[in-house]
Each structure stands twice: as structure tokens, then as C-alpha cells.
């Protein structure tokens, strides 16, 4: 069995400036985990929410979580193994993309 990806999705409890009318970050981590589940059942992936103000001790997540805080990505910003595959209100295919790029596949 390959190692399941990791998807983080970056965000904030405020919305993203930029962002109006778009879903928060916490909506758009719901969204995405319940899309992957049903695109890729019984095909393991490790998702998890980053708040950018309070991000966790890994030095290659603070870095981004610090460069959307200083305006360098919009937020949500969806990065799958070090790959950001969507910033702001990522599209779905290209979130795909990038998973099937890892050998998933779409039931």
C-alpha cells in the first residue's frame, strides 16, 4: 500500500479579505474531506486543518502559514505533499489532478 497523501488546508477564523461571499476555511476543509471520501473510497489520506495564526511546529508549515499571512497566498489554500494546488476558492479538478499524480483513483 503507497503512503496516503497529506492534504493541509490553511485558514483563518475571519474570511479572507479577498474571499466575500466565498465559503471560510473551515467550510472549504469539510468540503474538500467529504469530496476525497467519496472520489477515492477506501483510498487512505491524511487531511488536516491549519489555522495560519496558530500553526503547528512543522518548520515547512509555518513558513506557509506565514507567508499567507503576509499577503503571499490568498486563504483557504489547499497543499497537497508540498504542492499548493488551490488558493482562495480552490476548483475540485485540480485538486484531482494532484491526487491521481499519487496513484489515486476515482471509483
Known amino acids: 500500500m503507497r503512503k496516503p497523501v497529506e492534504i493541509c488546508v490553511y485558514g ?11 465559503p471560510s476555511a473551515k467550510d472549504t476543509f469539510e468540503w474538500l474531506e467529504a469530496a476525497l471520501t467519496r472520489k477515492y473510497p477506501d483510498q487512505p489520506f491524511d487531511i488536516k486543518y491549519i489555522d495560519i495564526y496558530c500553526p503547528p511546529e512543522d ?16 486563504y483557504p489554500l ?8 488551490g ?16 496513484g489515486y483513483q476515482s471509483v
Do not use: T, W
Open 12 to 22: 483563518a477564523e475571519n474570511l479572507c479579505p479577498s474571499c466575500v461571499n466565498s
Open 78 to 85: 489547499v497543499v497537497i505533499n508540498g504542492v499548493v494546488v
Open 59 to 74: 518548520e515547512e508549515k509555518k513558513k506557509i502559514a506565514d507567508q499567507i499571512v503576509k499577503e503571499e497566498y490568498f
Open 87 to 102: 488558493e482562495g476558492n480552490p476548483k475540485l479538478k485540480r485538486i484531482f489532478q494532484e491526487m491521481e499524480k499519487h
